[in-house]
């Protein structure tokens, strides 16, 4: 089974800034770092989508966790008419 590799987000950020120093190709700091070139690229992209913002790869994906917590806390009574009302809200016309 194959593993996707997970980088840190200072990891990409400092892959991003060594190329837009230039100093070093693309394919340079790929060889380096042992990253394809589209996943440089997508950095990258990513990066410059954000205006240069330095913490856009910090992001955390997923729910957020307060969510979950307050969803499990609820009693069996509440839990139950709170689902009903989510289903409806996309039944009613």
Do not use: H
Not at 69 to 90: C, G, H, L, V
Request: aromatic share 16%; proline share 4%; net charge positive.
């Amino acid at each position: 089974m194959y593993n996707r590799k997970v980088y840190d987000p200072e990891f990409k950020l400092n892959v991003v800034k060594e190329y837009l120093n230039g100093d070093k190709s693309q394919a340079q700091i790929c060889e380096e770092y042992s990253i394809s070139p589209n996943m440089s690229f997508s950095w990258l992209k990513k990066y410059k989508e954000s205006g240069y913002d330095d913490s856009v790869f910090n992001v955390k994906k997923g729910r957020p966790k307060s969510i979950i917590s307050d969803y499990s806390k609820m009693r069996p009574q509440f839990k139950s008419n709170a689902t009903e009302a989510y289903i409806s809200s996309f039944t009613k016309k």
